[in-house]
């Protein structure tokens, strides 16, 4: 979560539900220059060792989600 409030991003999720297994926060935007980010939205996949193994600018699509994201949330769960 970028530069949201806690509240604004949980009354979010409240209504259109919430399909994460894991949320962050980034309210101060210094994760984000970190890592890089240059787009918002922006989804990352990380793997439980702390790979990153996707970095994906730009909204999830049911095309997105299928050949990008569960192709590496599986090479994730297999690290």
Do not use: C, H, Q, S
Not at 36 to 54: H, S
Not at 72 to 78: E, H, L, Q
């Amino acid at each position: 979560n970028y530069k949201d409030k806690p509240e604004n991003a949980l009354g979010f999720l409240a209504e259109l539900g919430n399909p994460f297994a894991r949320l962050g926060a980034d309210a101060t935007g210094r994760t984000a220059i970190d890592w890089g980010l240059y787009g918002v939205p922006e989804t990352y996949v990380i793997a439980g060792d702390g790979t990153v193994m996707l970095r994906f600018a730009g909204p999830i699509t049911t095309r997105v989600m299928e050949e990008k994201i569960l192709p590496a949330i599986d090479k994730a769960r297999a690290r």
